[in-house]
């Protein structure tokens, strides 16, 4: 019998979303796996951000390539989804697929699993095969060259053709990198039920079901709540949601009896509009999908169904993450509370302006100032507060970013020194410097991609 087999009797396949971010909780994949009857169980924990710290930790050797938390996050559902014969998959191997693979592997034996097959996809890093004069940055259209010597990684979007060759081998777990998050869930799809590659309408229909699971918690309330305008019932034990996917790519979408949180057509179409620019042409390296007439029906609670997806093909090209050198950053904070404590953070930040000008001989405006309490998430205006109404408790917080070390550290050292050189009953002084990497966007030609699958035992 095939590992990843569908098992219940309708011929419905039962995906789990297991994680939704690197930062997610565990826990709710352990009840998915112990209580969803699950056939696949799901783990998104990859974006621009975590591929590019990724990437830095294996440039400097400072850690692993892939997900920090990826060893726990299988090691805590593995031994139930071997006895269970779940598929596990992942695009948890980040910036090293392989690496990833290796250590699930030694999860498996430190568990002494009799036998577990690891499929790794590796092929989306593309930094060697970039063309720097013909690409250009989605955001500016400014030409990659203008980076050149600065480029430190290249990750190509993979969609879910590379997985399903993965599941082709019969794994127990799928270890990849750079893919969208919607082929994570796609991938099983086209493999149990044999979809064509063209059949857009379908495509589009699994794609909606995957965009949806993404998230996990998101779908289930997360994020959702807000306060007691929007109530979500026990969001300290927030369940993740399952799919119980259809031949014909529709779904209904649940989560485990008893578990927190709320489904329903609320928090689905939140979901639903999540990161969409335009409702009628969101491209994947899949399919074009059009949600315009999708439907959400919500038969009982915490049950939702979704239909109605159309598809069309797929754009000629896939989206790259470039990271890009992005040098250091320098932060410092100071918090000052009490009568007088905005004019109290206000003057540190002048002191600090002025020495950076008098002193180290820089353009003050290289600092970037906020008032924690005041306007650090809102620097705009118009919101109806009003700059000078006195908070309890402000938070001065100064950063820089510089191509230099020793920049960085100066802006650090200087917020420490408004202890005694600044003014009254500042404290809670915290400082860092850190490398950094920025992320850039780009298009390229599909036959730069060539995914390979390798199988470990």
């Known amino acids: 019998m095939r590992r990843n087999a569908i098992k219940r009797p309708d011929g419905t396949l039962r995906i789990g979303a297991g994680a939704g971010f690197a930062g997610d909780r565990i826990d709710p994949a352990v009840e998915l796996i112990e209580h969803g009857e699950l056939d696949v169980l799901a783990f998104e924990t990859l974006a621009e951000r975590t591929i590019a710290l990724a990437q830095l930790r294996r440039r400097s050797k400072s850690g692993a390539g892939f997900d920090e938390r990826l060893t726990q996050r299988i090691g805590a559902v593995l031994a139930s989804a071997l006895n269970q014969r779940v598929l596990l998959i992942t695009n948890g191997g980040a910036a090293d697929p392989r690496g990833g693979g290796l250590a699930v592997r030694q999860v498996a034996r430190d568990l002494g699993c009799a036998s577990c097959r690891i499929a790794v996809v590796t092929g989306d890093d593309v930094l060697d095969r970039l063309d720097l004069d013909a690409s250009a940055a989605l955001d500016t259209g400014e030409p990659l060259a203008a980076y050149r010597g600065r480029i430190v990684s290249a990750n190509a979007y993979l969609g879910a053709a590379p997985l399903v060759a993965a599941l082709d081998s019969d794994p127990n777990i799928v270890v990849a990198g750079r893919t969208t998050d919607i082929a994570l869930f796609l991938a099983p799809m086209i493999h149990a039920f044999g979809w064509s590659s063209d059949d857009w309408r379908t495509l589009a229909g699994g794609s909606v079901v995957g965009h949806l699971l993404e998230c996990a918690g998101q779908l289930t309330g997360g994020y959702f709540a807000d306060g007691d305008r929007k109530r979500v019932p026990r969001l300290a034990r927030l369940g993740f949601p399952y799919a119980d996917v259809n031949r014909d790519g529709t779904a209904r979408f649940a989560k485990v009896a008893g578990s927190g949180g709320r489904l329903d057509r609320s928090t689905c179409l939140e979901q639903l509009l999540y990161e969409v620019t335009d409702p009628s042409a969101y491209l994947t390296p899949d399919v074009t999908i059009d949600f315009r007439a999708v439907e959400i029906v919500e038969p009982a609670t915490d049950s939702v169904v979704i239909s109605g997806a ?148």
């Open 310 to 457: 159309n598809g069309h093909p797929p754009p000629a090209t896939l989206k790259a993450s470039i990271g890009i050198d992005g040098g250091f950053s320098g932060v410092g904070a100071i918090s000052y509370a009490g009568l007088g404590c905005l004019g109290r953070a206000r003057l540190a930040g002048e002191i600090l302006r002025e020495r950076w000008a008098e002193i180290y001989r820089r353009d003050p405006d290289q600092l970037h100032m906020s008032l924690i309490g005041m306007n650090s998430a809102t620097p705009w205006k118009g919101l109806g507060t009003s700059e000078d109404a006195e908070p309890p408790e402000v938070r001065l917080r100064v950063a820089v970013q510089s191509m230099r070390h020793g920049e960085a550290q100066d802006l650090a050292r200087e917020v420490e020194g408004l202890y005694t050189n600044g003014p009254a009953a500042g404290g809670g002084v915290e400082t860092s410097v850190r490398e950094t990497v920025a992320i850039i966007s780009t298009l390229i030609p599909r036959q730069l991609v060539e995914p390979r699958i390798e199988v470990l035992e």
